[in-house]
């Protein structure tokens, strides 16, 4: 039996300030090296997800999506850390 690894934690062109991988070398990446699947985890947003998805579907690869995301407790001016109880 064959296993396969995914990298959970990909940033594409989208990702805001992070990022410069375009969508489809992504993908075309992912197809040659034979990956089952690939994941898109930029950050702050989910605006990639719109022409990933279909990407991935036509070439073969699973697409798996997610983002990375920051949460304010509070306020979004408030920039302190707080611990969560």
């Known amino acids: 039996m064959t296993r396969a690894v995914v990298h959970p ?5 989208y990702s805001l300030l992070d990022g410069a991988r375009p969508l489809d070398r992504l993908v075309a990446r992912a197809k040659k090296l034979r990956f089952p699947a690939l994941a898109l985890t930029d950050h702050g947003n989910l605006f990639g997800a719109i022409d990933f998805y279909p990407a991935c579907e036509k070439s073969g690869v699973k697409p798996l999506l997610g983002a990375e995301l920051y949460v304010a407790p509070e306020s979004r001016f408030e920039r302190a850390n707080v611990e969560w109880e």
Do not use: A, P, T
Request: hydrophobic share 20%.
């Open 9 to 13: 934690h990909v940033h594409s062109e």
